[in-house]
């Protein structure tokens, strides 16, 4: 193998790195991009950020050794030396999950402040007027909750209450952010989580106080996991086609694979998002 990528100057190996394994939010997108490149003859390398930046530079400087084909990053939030770097390997890079005015390469993803502002919106118009945010250290997540407040605030609705957690996502996070809000004294009508996870776990703490999902607490998700339709009550959220990301992403990386150097069009690809409300609003 070493003879044929060092004969050929190709790897046919493509890197993923991802903020964790332990939410499945990601995993749609993975199982296609992964399925896609196997079938074109590349192997998949999977690397772990745990949501740091720094992490991601020590990661990135590790798989340049090795002269990946392509590498697909998650969120646009890099440190100065990552950029540097992979700007000066000539490696095709996609940004996932996120778009930005100032991509490394390509981006395929969407707006999270057009989901945080889209929320906002939505649940107004059901007439909430009391808020909550739970939601973990996410740099992603935060922005998405930044903009739903920001949102909410234009509207009159300013001083939001919010709990921000340890990464991962996990069920204890949405009970011990739901479990703060209320021992604090704060007594919203809704609560939106930065995902479906936090958000089940909401809706545990809920239901461990008698509280009646929406009457006494409406609750808001994201990223509309395979559970959020069959929790009871079914849960409200964001749909993120993952599928599609990873499909995308694979596209772009073996059309640029196929082009002399340099000779690409640029790829900024927004595949947008839904709001499926259900019955936990």
Known sequence: MLAGSLASNKSRLVAILLPTIANSIFS???QALMDSLTSAGYQTLLGLTGYSAEQEEKLIEALLGRRPDGIVLTGTLHT?????????????????????????DMQVGFSHEAVGEAVARHLISKG?????VVSIGDPR?????NSLMAEL????????PTAILTPPATLEVGRTGLRQLLDEGHQPQVVV???????QGVLAEAASRNLRVPEDLAVMGFGDLSSAAHVHPPLSTVRIDGKSIGEHIARALLERFSYPAGSAAPVRVDTGFTLVDRKTT
Not at 128 to 132: D, F, S, V
Not at 153 to 160: E, K, T, V
């Open 141 to 145: 997540g935060l922005r998405r909750c």
């Open 28 to 30: 749609d997108t993975v």
């Open 80 to 104: 100065a030396a990552s950029r540097q770097r992979l700007v000066q390997s000539g490696i095709p890079v996609v940004e996932s999950w996120d778009l930005s005015e100032d991509p490394l």
């Open 153 to 160: 605030a234009r509207h009159g609705y300013s001083s939001i």
């Open 128 to 132: 909430y007027q009391r808020y909550a």
């Open 193 to 199: 989580c930065s995902s479906d996870t936090i958000a």
